[in-house]
């Protein structure tokens, strides 16, 4: 027993022995022998330069190049390293005060006298060219290259968004970021962050005590390159945008256009806006608070964020349902004696031809029609069944993307509303309520609440004759064959495809119809647009002008919804602006019979002295 | 009665180990101020800074021991379970409750003091398991104690892996010393020796380094027990010159990884040939040499491939940063390379007193925690280096007398807790300073900078030397 332990404190021992023993031989080559340690710390410091990717760059559908890059540099400093300097000359060169040099100083010393941190952001080319030749009277300075984003189209701010340091929450809660990167804060620079932003490098650099770069640190065994982000390519037609931001000039509102048969965006404006530059460089912080204090709001992107009540366009939705419950088909008939009475309700309409046929009663938006459409709806099977039939027309409503979030490649976009039975019982009482109490909802002018996108999606359903895919922004990636699935699938509504043509022609009569029809003024020969005119009701104010429309009727290209707030009726400024994107897209050009049309829009100033910050 | 007691534990105190313990934390101090000097403070004892700091820990450290030797050995033995078990509910609580540092969750933060329960869980362990062992009753060959011994070291080391504290919890790998000492047979201590090596070597370096390894040890051992030396050298002979040829082509021609399987093939098939020309008498033993070669050089393969395939990218991060493999200019390779300069620029005689420049010039960002050894070959140079080794090797070797002249068990088997974890520290943290080792972030015993981790040691190593102090009495 003994015998077997005996030797086991030697063993232990002698390995300690041995290990110990290799590590003072190893210290004493080391130490005494590779004299290349010797010079390297004696001469060098290493300096860690990051190596900042490159930003993908944005293209449109036509490969015209939206966003790019452009050089600046940021001057970091080594507290440690700092010694006295000619901070007159200093602060000349790089058009700084001496306070300033004071402040970061002090600021970055108590960050950490070891690490490098930035003293003075994005100071351009030739102030660092100034001062690279200068570098080695400032000790303890050095510049480093940095990208900031330039918009060359000067426009499309909400569209593109724009990019920021990245905030210390983010940094908590994602490692990959350290503070002073940059990041898509809004737009599109924020949904496709994860592809454009492309992934830190580091190079290394021996650098003696008088601050010059002597040589690459192991001929750069240990640099890192950088990977530059990944282009992209985006749905938008550049020239459509721009001629959307020339229309809406001096006008609130929003206008998108969308491509019926793959759900692409070909249009995204939202007015005011500013130039996406103001956004980008040293300048950020103080233009954004600007911006931000603009009692128009410019901020606040209207195609997606806009919430207004759907008016007269949401006929065609009823019109839809009412066929699908069967309380309505082609040849239901109504009378019209200037509006909807039953008792002592009373909801009015505009005067025009009497009694009208569905495709009229879509043609020229009568109100009383839809009053008696929507009752039906709601009460078809007698009183027993009315929850029952709100809900039905509810979630086929829902069908059409309203109500909820589309969920396209684009942040902050909001849902809308369709009541639910619960939003009116806690209005009315529970089940203290029917269908003459929210009558409203007939001709859009309810609870219902829209995005201008949910209303380019609603055209692109109808004018796909039941379908949509989710509207959406990517249309190619670099070094990938395929966009998500999830855009290139369709999503059917909850109503027959057959129901469709008949509002479809009620559509098209609106604007290429006779005396009566509301949109005559969105008419282009040729084009078959099929178009329906709405007016919002605003608290506020004047109404807001709506209009939605596609063309050309069979395989239609476009879908788009325009909205003009406080302009009042649909027919007066959204139909011909929708009409004049239309053909700037499906001809290229404006017929010289329009002209006159598109001068007017051109022109006109909705802002009424309201005015614009920018 | 009280006085006599105190002055017994006088007498019978090895003031060897204690005057070892206090120049090592001293020169610790000393290298603290010099790795962190700044000349906006320069007084050492300026409590705003880490030196100063450090002087209150060591004070502390002073009380410490004082309260260590005062109570009584019975008090260590009898509540080691309950002080495990302590332990191990704090272990848990941090996981909750800590603050993060580093990305590890494993301090607690009272009153702005930061406490580290990982750095106590090794006393701890050690106590609990030399209670366990001591027991007469209990042999570690069986099965059952193996077992319960594993279990009794898996649940810190699990609790701290879970904190994100790697280099901590490997540390508990040392104490296959003290089982070693305690019955472990010696192969079991070689082979996972070599199973570390080979996935060390795995991992870092290309796969035909660690075969390389694997054979030529195996050749080594097979030359050792065999008859006819003469074969096995011959063999030996033969079988380099083809490698030598195949690594040969390789290099000079620079041709692909095809080549690295060929000369797999060529090991592999050869193997049985090496059994074959030492097949005489002990070809039993033969055989089991190659048995194991092959799993060895299958389980250097299948390191890589679960590597490559199995893991999530932060575990391979997590694994790579401990190896040092991939170069981030924060992280491994930078610091040891930038440690590597600092030591080989301190020279014969060192630069002197504070006068490091790249200790005081650069970023080893762990300067005074885990690279405090830097400051000590820069500004000490090679006589000071050598002659911290030696104070280390000298207090790890007067453990293992001292743990040898124990009667009883419990005392002994604590005492080779005490050496495999100081031994464990010194060798890991050293060797990564060097360039040896993979880079674990574990402190330098009593040299680091750090209150958690002094105190550690220093409750560590007196337990031991109360326990020692009581040596001609059965504690248990």
């Known amino acids: 027993m003994k015998d077997e332990y005996s030797n086991k404190p030697v063993i232990i021992g002698a390995i300690a022995v041995a290990v110990l023993f290799i590590y003072i031989v190893r210290l004493f080559i080391l130490q005494m022998f590779e004299t290349q340690y010797h010079e390297s710390a004696t001469s060098n410091v290493l300096r860690l330069m990051v190596q900042y990717p490159n930003r993908g760059l944005i293209y449109d559908r036509n490969n015209n190049l939206l966003v790019h890059n452009e050089a600046v540099y940021d001057v970091i400093v080594i507290p440690r390293q700092v010694k006295e300097f000619d901070t007159a000359e200093f602060c000349k060169i790089l058009g700084i005060d001496k306070d300033y040099v004071q402040k970061q100083l002090i600021a970055t010393r108590r960050y950490s006298r070891l690490k490098p941190s930035i003293f003075l952001k994005q100071i351009s080319s030739y102030e660092n060219a100034l001062f690279v030749e200068k570098n080695y009277k400032f000790p303890g300075f050095y510049t480093q290259t940095r990208a900031i984003r330039k918009y060359p189209e000067h426009n499309s701010a909400h569209l593109l968004g724009y990019v920021g340091e990245v905030s210390d929450q983010i940094i908590k809660q994602d490692t990959s970021y350290k503070s002073g990167d940059y990041i898509g804060i809004n737009g599109l620079e924020r949904a496709y962050e994860h592809l454009l932003r492309g992934q830190k490098g580091v190079e290394i650099f021996l650098v003696d005590v008088h601050n010059r770069i002597k040589g690459r640190f192991k001929e750069g065994k240990y640099d890192k390159p950088a990977i530059p982000g990944l282009d992209i390519q985006i749905s938008i037609d550049a020239n459509l945008q721009n001629y959307g931001e020339q229309l809406m000039r001096n006008k ?61 366009t949401f006929k065609l939705i009823n019109a839809l349902v009412g066929q699908q419950v069967n309380v309505l088909n082609p040849n239901t008939t109504y009378s019209c004696f200037g509006g909807y009475t039953v008792g002592r309700f009373h909801l009015g309409c505009h005067s025009h031809p009497s009694p009208l046929r569905l495709i009229e009663s879509i043609a020229m938006s009568c109100n009383t029609y839809y009053c008696h459409v929507y009752r039906n709806i709601l009460d078809h099977q007698g009183q027993i069944n009315f929850r029952k039939n709100f809900m039905a027309w509810a979630s086929m409503v829902k069908s059409f993307g309203l109500g909820d979030k589309l969920g396209l490649d684009f942040p902050f976009e909001l849902p809308g ?13 529970n089940k203290r309520w029917v269908s003459l109490n929210i009558i409203s909802n007939s001709i859009g002018q309810g609870e219902i609440l829209t995005t201008p996108l949910q209303m380019a999606n609603m055209a692109c359903a109808i004018a796909n004759r039941g379908y949509y895919y989710i509207p959406h922004f990517i249309k190619k990636i670099e070094n990938q064959d395929h966009i998500p699935e999830k855009y290139t699938t369709p999503i059917h509504t909850k109503i027959d495809p057959k129901y469709f043509p008949i509002v479809i022609e009620g559509m098209f009569q609106a604007v290429n119809g006779g005396a009566g029809s509301t949109a ?81 829009i051109l022109q006109a100033n909705l802002i009424d002295g309201k005015a614009s910050g920018i | 009665m009280e006085k006599r007691q105190v002055s017994n534990i006088l007498e019978s105190l090895d003031w060897i180990t204690v005057g070892l313990y206090l120049l090592l934390v001293l020169m610790g101090w000393l290298n603290v101020y010099a790795a962190v000097y700044n000349e906006d403070y320069h007084s050492i004892f300026d409590i705003s800074q880490r030196y100063g700091k450090q002087m209150l820990w060591i004070l502390a450290a002073v009380l410490l021991i004082i309260i260590i030797l005062l109570i009584d050995v019975k008090i ?73 011994t594993l279990i009794i070291i ?138 194991i070669s092959i799993s060895f050089i299958l389980f250097s393969y299948s390191i890589d491939y679960f590597y490559d395939n199995f893991l999530q990218p932060h575990q391979k991060d997590r694994i790579d940063h401990v190896l040092g493999i991939n170069f981030d200019p924060q992280g491994a390779g930078y610091n040891v390379h930038q440690s590597k300069i600092a030591i080989g620029s301190g020279g014969f005689w060192g630069k002197g007193f504070l006068q490091g420049t790249q200790t005081k010039f650069d970023f080893v960002p762990e300067q005074s925690t885990d690279f405090i050894f830097c400051t000590i070959g820069e500004e000490w140079g090679f006589v000071g280096s050598t002659t911290v080794i030696m104070l280390f090797l000298a207090l790890l070797i007067r453990i293992i007398i ?56 220093t409750i560590l190593l007196f337990i031991f030397l109360r326990l020692d102090a009581n040596r001609r009495f059965l504690v248990k």
């Open chain 1, 252 to 312: 609130l509102g929003a206008i998108i256009a969308v491509e019926p048969s793959s759900g692409e965006i070909l249009c995204m404006v939202s007015a005011p806006s500013f130039d996406p530059n103001l956004l980008s460089g040293r300048e950020r912080t103080s233009n954004y608070r600007m911006l931000e204090l603009d009692s128009l709001k410019p901020l606040f992107n209207r195609a997606l964020q806009a919430q207004y009540p759907p008016g007269s």
């Open chain 1, 417 to 429: 509303f369709i009541p639910d039975t619960s939003f009116y019982d806690r209005r009315f009482g």
């Open chain 1, 520 to 600: 005559r003024v969105a008419r282009v020969d040729g084009l078959d647009i099929c178009g329906k005119t709405g007016t919002a009701q605003n608290p506020h104010g004047k109404d807001h002008s709506i209009f939605i429309a596609f063309a050309p009727k069979d395989n239609p290209k476009i879908a788009v919804a325009v909205y003009v707030e406080n302009a009042g009726f649909g027919a007066t400024w959204s139909a011909p602006i929708a009409s004049l994107i239309i053909e700037r897209y499906l001809k290229g050009e404006i017929s010289p019979s329009r002209k006159y049309l598109e001068d007017r």
């Open chain 2, 76 to 148: 260590y033995v009898f509540f080691s379970y309950f002080i495990y078990g302590f332990v191990i509910l704090l272990l848990l609580l941090v996981l909750t409750l800590g603050v993060e540092v580093n990305a590890s969750k494993s301090w607690f933060e009272i009153a702005g003091i930061r406490i580290q329960p990982a750095e106590f869980s090794k006393v701890a362990t050690i106590l609990a398991l030399a209670n366990y062992l001591s027991d007469p009753n209990r042999r570690l060959l069986q099965l059952k104690t193996l077992l319960t």
């Open chain 2, 154 to 291: 898996a649940i810190p080391m699990g609790l701290i892996l879970l904190q994100n504290d790697t280099g901590t919890a490997i540390v508990f790998v040392s104490l296959i010393f003290m089982l070693y000492r305690e019955g472990l047979p010696g192969w079991i201590l070689f082979l996972g020796f070599m199973a570390i090596v080979v996935s060390v070597l795995a991992l870092t370096k290309p796969f035909i380094v660690p075969m390389a390894v694997i054979v030529i040890i195996a050749l080594i051992y097979a030359y050792s027990i065999s008859k006819q030396k003469d074969d096995v050298k011959h063999f030996s002979l033969g079988f380099f010159t083809i490698i030598g040829i195949f690594v040969g082509i390789k290099y000079l021609f620079s041709l692909s990884i095809l080549l690295e399987w060929i000369v797999m093939g060529v090991i592999l098939a050869s193997l049985p040939l090496l059994v074959y020309y030492a097949f005489l008498k002990r070809g039993a033993k033969m055989l089991i040499i190659w048995v």
């Open chain 2, 402 to 457: 001292l743990a040898e002249r124990q009667r009883s068990h419990f005392s002994r088997i604590y005492g080779y807790g005490v050496f495999s974890i100081l031994f464990f520290h010194v060798a890991i943290n050293i060797g990564m300073t060097i360039g040896i080792t993979p880079v674990i972030g574990i402190p330098l015993p009593f040299f680091s900078y750090g209150g958690s981790s002094l105190w550690a040691f």
